[in-house]
Structures are given as structure tokens and as C-alpha cells.
């Protein structure tokens, strides 16, 4: 009756595995890229709302719900996972890879929506390893959630900034976009080794009659959710050094910062605690 | 003083850590020995890559040649650990082999050496990000050489070990992981941008989850290969991620380009 049972859940991964890669396939071939703008604040909240409540009583019907159940299986989180090292393998292997398309959308939210089952039934039930569980579990669903959920709502522009104040970027399809704003570059400075290679630059900048300094890896934080970054510099065909800046605004920043911060509690407790006795000599 | 006098600090670090490990695989129980003759190598191993960091004036953390000489650093500290705490006696020559492997890579291609530190490196994540995960990959290194021996030979005890040498390579692999999640938010703008290596290290990531989620299934039962082969996948997918994906279409538009 178990071998019966485990190959009836193996089938049921398989006819899921397989309806998941027919739907997101299809999905991409009729109707293109996901339409991720049309998802920004406030509907991503409102459908992110609705979610959470779908799965919310899905989890109390459990009992009457074999799609429930099959969430909440072990079988769901080895196909969650191993759809997440497809997506890996395949994004890994494309030159430019795009991060809208169905299949990537689907397994992400197909995962999303596991994680989501397990936290609801882990979070009491996770005996011994309530901590560890939780830190890893919920901090994984608040990482990975900000990404895919905030993703509609996430600014990154690129400006070159001149030795002239201009409020003109453009977001990485190459539209234009003016910022409230305007940036001017008042100095730049670079070191170089003996090959040439860029050692060290800064660039102040003025942004709001404000001088800032900025160097690659010190963002400023201009506001809550926005940071403008030093990415490079070139030279104008005029012999004029400019500085290439980046500005991006991204309101699930925090909560995804809180969830990585979860994950790294958590993988220390993983190494504190170690394995749950699963081999038969231990026991 | 650098990287000109490697070839004969190695040969002495290999010839300890050998005598060390041949002691330990000939032994019944563990060796006084062979455990002071491998620390001896470790400290030599670890005193050359003191003085690189002090020569090249920066962590030497940045080239593939650098990190392939933490790799072996930690190789021979994953070992001995194994060894001391499992008195699995062959670990130590495994573990050996592997870091000299690494170490005949990084005599024979001398041209990886550099001195510059790139701007985008220039951060106090870096030590902590690459140090961490060059110690998971040893340590899951080993239990990919135990794995192997498992998937042949059935053993309680090598299961455990591997369960432990597993837990704590995904704990560190994790780690680093994710302190490379916030360099990159502080560096580029965003926390995860699906470049070539961070797919790469999701599928690694994902597979050594796998693992960890296969064990109270299949541990005990003859499904256990499912559990080993996982592992093994892992340290594939590994390899590929840390340099396998240098030698990919790919690694043109990755922003992870400054360790070739």
C-alpha cells in the first residue's frame, strides 16, 4: 500500500510537473512577457492580499482539499525545488536572460505559494527547530516575495552626469524618463594601475543643491526607498569626463533586506544545530 | 616574495599534508602524527596566503588563482576536521589529492595572477563573502568524496557524516549567498539580478536543498542513491558556478567577470 501510495504522489508530481512546463509555454509563445507593468502599487497589493487569503483557506480545508494536501507534501517542495534548479540551469545558460517570461513567473510563484503552505503549517508545528524553521522559512517567503511582488514597482534609471544640471535618464529598455530632480557633476577624480586599469574614482555630485561624493560601492540614499550609485564614467568626444550613474528605486527593498538577514540567522542556526536524526544509526 | 616562491612553499605544505594523510589512511585509529603533520601543512598553507595578503596589500581573494588556494586551505581544514571528528582515516588523503589538484592548477597557470583590486571589489563584503563560500565548497567538497564511497558502500556512520559535512556546507554556502546579495544591493542596485553565476548558484543552492529535504525520506530506505546522486549533481552544479561558467556564452554579459 506505501510503494502504492508513493508512486501515485510521483505520478501526481509528474501530471503537475508537466501541466506547469505545457501552461507556462504556452502562456509565453501566446501572449509574450509577462506583463509585469500592469502589476504595480496599488494592484500588486491587492492581488498580493487576495493570495495570501486563497491560501489561507485553502490551508483550513485541507482536510477536503487533495491540492492542499499535495502543497503541503514533500513531493510539492522537491518539485518546487527542483523547478527552481531548472530555472537556475536555463537562466545560467542564456546570454541575456529575461526575468519576465511565463516560466520564470510561474516557478517563482509556484514556489512562493509552497513556501507559503509550509510556513502556515511549520510555524507551531516545526518541533525542536521552531527557530531555524521559521528564520529560514518565513525569511525566504519575505526575500523571494519583495523581489517577485515588488518587482512591478522597482525604478531603475541610468544618466549620465555632465558638468551641466539635466534631470534626464533613461530605464535600462533605453525610454526616456525626467527625474524631479536634477543631477550635475561638480568633480571627478581616478586612480590607475600601471596597466591602466581604474583603481579607484569618485565623482561629487550635485543632486538637490546638495554635493554628494560618490564611489562604486557607497550608494546615497536620497530617500527611504531610492539610492543613486556610481556605476561608471567615460569621456565625451569633446575630451569631458563625465560619470555614469545609476538611480533605483525600490520601495520592497527593506522587507526584502529583513528577509536576508532572516535566511543568514537562520543558515547559522543550521550549522549550530545541525541534522534531525534521519539515519537509522543515530536513532 | 609572492606568488614566485609558491612552487616550493606548496611542495613542502603537499609533502606534510601527505606524510599526514598516508599515516592516517595506514593507522587503525586516530594518529597523533598525522593530525600534527596536516595541522603543519594547514599552517604553512595558511601562512603563505598571510604573506600574499600582505605583498599584494589586499585580501587575496580575488583571482581564480587566489581563491583556488583558499579552496585548498580550507580542503585540508575540511579534512582534518572529517578526520578528528569522524576518524574516517582515507578523508585526509582525499581532501589531500583534491587541494593538490588545486594547487598544480595554480603553479601551471601562473598567468592568473594579478595584483589590481577592481573598484566593484573594493568593499568590506569581500573578505567575508568569498572566504565563506570557498569554506562551504571544501567542506561540501568532502562530503561529495564521501558521497561517492556511499553510493558503492553502505555505511550508518558515513551517512552521518555526510548529513553533518552537508548541513554545515549549506549553512556556510547559504551565508555566502547571501552576504553577496547585499554586497550587490550596495554595488549595482539590486539584491539578486539573475547574471550567469547567480543562476548558477540558485541550481547549486536548489540541489543541495534537495538533498537536505530527500534525507527523511530516503535515507533509510533503497531509494537512498537518490539522496548521494543529489549530491553529487551539487558539487556539479558547484563547479559550474564557480568557474564552469567562465568557459560559457553566458559569461559574456555576466557582471561577475573579474575572477578569469
Known amino acids: 500500500?506505501?510503494?502504492?501510495?508513493?508512486?501515485?504522489?510521483?505520478?501526481?508530481?509528474?501530471?503537475?510537473?508537466?501541466?506547469?512546463?505545457?501552461?507556462?509555454?504556452?502562456?509565453?509563445?501566446?501572449?509574450?512577457?509577462?506583463?509585469?507593468?500592469?502589476?504595480?502599487?496599488?494592484?500588486?497589493?491587492?492581488?498580493?492580499?487576495?493570495?495570501?487569503?486563497?491560501?489561507?483557506?485553502?490551508?483550513?480545508?485541507?482536510?477536503?482539499?487533495?491540492?492542499?494536501?499535495?502543497?503541503?507534501?514533500?513531493?510539492?517542495?522537491?518539485?518546487?525545488?527542483?523547478?527552481?534548479?531548472?530555472?537556475?540551469?536555463?537562466?545560467?545558460?542564456?546570454?541575456?536572460?529575461?526575468?519576465?517570461?511565463?516560466?520564470?513567473?510561474?516557478?517563482?510563484?509556484?514556489?512562493?505559494?509552497?513556501?507559503?503552505?509550509?510556513?502556515?503549517?511549520?510555524?507551531?508545528?516545526?518541533?525542536?527547530?521552531?527557530?531555524?524553521?521559521?528564520?529560514?522559512?518565513?525569511?525566504?517567503?519575505?526575500?523571494?516575495?519583495?523581489?517577485?511582488?515588488g518587482a512591478p514597482d522597482r525604478v531603475q534609471l541610468r544618466t549620465a552626469a555632465h558638468h551641466y544640471p539635466s534631470n534626464e535618464a533613461y530605464t535600462m529598455e533605453g525610454k526616456q524618463r525626467f527625474l524631479p530632480y536634477t543631477i550635475e557633476l561638480e568633480s571627478f577624480s581616478i586612480k590607475q594601475s600601471?596597466?591602466?586599469?581604474?583603481?579607484?574614482?569618485?565623482?561629487?555630485?550635485?543632486?538637490?543643491?546638495?554635493?554628494?561624493?560618490?564611489?562604486?560601492?557607497?550608494?546615497?540614499?536620497?530617500?527611504?526607498?531610492?539610492?543613486?550609485?556610481?556605476?561608471?564614467?567615460?569621456?565625451?568626444?569633446?575630451?569631458?569626463?563625465?560619470?555614469?550613474?545609476?538611480?533605483?528605486?525600490?520601495?520592497?527593498?527593506?522587507?526584502?533586506?529583513?528577509?536576508?538577514?532572516m535566511l543568514i540567522a537562520g543558515a547559522m542556526l543550521l550549522f549550530v544545530q545541525g541534522p534531525r536524526k534521519t539515519v537509522s544509526g543515530e536513532r | 616574495m609572492g606568488w614566485n616562491i609558491f612552487p616550493v612553499w606548496a611542495a613542502v605544505v603537499m609533502v606534510l599534508a601527505t606524510t599526514g594523510a598516508v599515516i592516517a589512511a595506514l593507522g587503525k585509529s586516530r594518529n597523533v602524527w598525522a593530525t600534527a603533520l596536516m595541522l603543519l601543512a594547514i599552517i604553512g598553507m595558511a601562512g603563505f596566503i598571510a604573506m600574499l595578503w600582505i605583498v599584494l596589500e589586499r585580501p587575496p581573494l580575488r583571482t581564480m588563482g587566489e581563491t583556488r588556494l583558499w579552496y585548498s586551505f580550507f580542503l585540508l581544514v575540511a579534512g582534518l576536521f572529517t578526520y578528528s571528528r569522524w576518524k574516517y582515516r582515507w578523508i585526509m588523503l582525499f581532501s589531500t589529492v583534491l587541494a593538490g589538484v588545486f594547487i598544480i592548477i595554480n603553479i601551471v597557470k601562473p598567468e592568473i595572477h594579478d595584483q589590481t583590486l577592481m573598484p566593484a571589489l573594493q568593499s568590506v563584503w569581500f573578505v567575508p563573502h568569498v572566504s565563506v563560500y570557498m569554506f562551504s565548497y571544501s567542506l561540501l567538497g568532502c562530503a561529495t568524496l564521501l558521497s561517492t564511497v556511499a553510493l558503492v558502500r553502505r555505511n550508518n556512520d558515513m551517512d552521518m557524516a555526510i548529513e553533518k559535512l552537508l548541513y554545515t556546507g549549506l549553512a556556510f554556502l547559504s551565508i555566502g549567498m547571501l552576504t553577496g546579495s547585499l554586497w550587490a544591493k550596495e554595488a549595482w542596485g539590486a539584491y539578486w539580478s539573475w547574471d550567469a553565476k547567480e543562476s548558477w548558484a540558485v541550481a547549486t543552492w536548489g540541489l543541495y536543498l534537495i538533498a537536505i529535504h530527500l534525507a527523511p525520506s530516503v535515507m533509510n530506505t533503497s531509494r537512498r542513491w537518490m539522496y548521494h546522486t543529489t549530491i553529487l549533481l551539487g558539487f556539479l552544479a558547484l563547479q559550474m558556478c564557480w568557474y564552469g561558467i567562465n568557459y560559457l556564452p553566458s559569461a559574456e554579459t555576466s557582471i561577475h567577470t573579474y575572477n578569469q
Not at chain 1, 493570495?51 to 483557506?57: E, G, P, Q, S, V
Open chain 1, 194 to 261: 600601471e596597466n591602466g586599469a581604474p583603481t579607484h574614482y569618485e565623482a561629487q555630485i550635485k543632486v538637490e543643491d546638495k554635493v554628494i561624493s560618490l564611489k562604486v560601492n557607497h550608494p546615497y540614499a536620497r530617500t527611504l526607498s531610492e539610492k543613486i550609485y556610481l556605476v561608471s564614467f567615460g569621456t565625451s568626444p569633446y575630451g569631458e569626463r563625465y560619470a555614469v550613474i545609476e538611480i533605483v528605486n525600490e520601495p520592497w527593498q527593506w522587507l526584502a533586506a529583513t528577509g536576508i538577514i
Open chain 1, 1 to 149: 500500500m506505501a510503494i502504492l501510495a508513493s508512486y501515485k504522489k510521483s505520478l501526481t508530481s509528474g501530471c503537475i510537473l508537466v501541466g506547469f512546463a505545457t501552461l507556462s509555454i504556452v502562456a509565453q509563445l501566446c501572449l509574450g512577457n509577462f506583463p509585469l507593468d500592469l502589476f504595480c502599487f496599488p494592484l500588486n497589493i491587492f492581488v498580493l492580499a487576495l493570495w495570501m487569503m486563497l491560501i489561507t483557506m485553502m490551508y483550513r480545508d485541507r482536510a477536503n482539499n487533495a491540492s492542499s494536501r499535495f502543497m503541503l507534501s514533500r513531493e510539492a517542495t522537491w518539485l518546487s525545488l527542483a523547478i527552481m534548479v531548472a530555472l537556475g540551469v536555463t537562466l545560467g545558460l542564456e546570454r541575456e536572460p529575461s526575468t519576465t517570461t511565463w516560466p520564470v513567473v510561474l516557478t517563482i510563484f509556484f514556489v512562493l505559494t509552497h513556501i507559503c503552505f509550509i510556513v502556515l503549517r511549520g510555524w507551531r508545528n516545526a518541533k525542536g527547530i521552531r527557530w531555524r524553521f521559521c528564520l529560514v522559512h518565513i525569511g525566504l517567503l519575505m526575500a523571494l516575495g519583495a523581489g517577485f511582488w
